[in-house]
């Protein structure tokens, strides 16, 4: 099992930037891809970003494409999620999941991961 914390979020104007980290410890961190996923005020928490755990591939959702980037540091068993252009939309508490490298679903579904952070708040202001 890992355990994962996240870091980073807070609060910034529309236009602005933000950038999340996720610290991951316990088992080895490339034994899995990571996602980043958000729960907005009211709603379903979505998909995000997912990442491989070599880095090799990046996935997106259609609504941040363009404006977020995840990226991985396996020195420093961290995974982050740079977050530009926000928009008031983008409002939400922001988790890290982490899903077994050798996993053969997808990457986009919250059952697809089987451990998860606590969450951190962005709100994004008008």
């Known amino acids: 099992q890992v355990q994962l914390v996240e870091s980073g979020g807070g609060l910034v104007q529309a236009g602005g930037s933000l950038r999340l980290s996720c610290a991951a410890s316990g088992r080895t961190f490339n034994s899995y891809n990571m996602g980043w996923f958000r729960q907005p005020p009211g709603k379903e928490r979505e998909f995000v970003a997912a990442?491989?755990?070599?880095?090799?591939?990046?996935y997106y959702a259609d609504s941040v494409k363009g404006r977020f980037t995840i990226s991985g540091d396996n020195a420093e068993n961290t995974v982050y999620l740079q977050m530009n252009s926000l928009k008031p939309e983008d409002t939400a508490v922001y988790y890290c999941?982490?899903?077994?490298?050798?996993?053969?679903?997808?990457?986009?579904?919250?059952?697809?991961?089987?451990?998860w952070g606590q969450g951190t708040q962005v709100t994004v202001s008008s």
């Open positions: 990442i491989t755990w070599n880095g090799g591939s990046t």
């Open positions: 999941a982490a899903q077994d490298r050798d996993y053969s679903g997808s990457y986009y579904y919250t059952y697809d991961y089987d451990s």
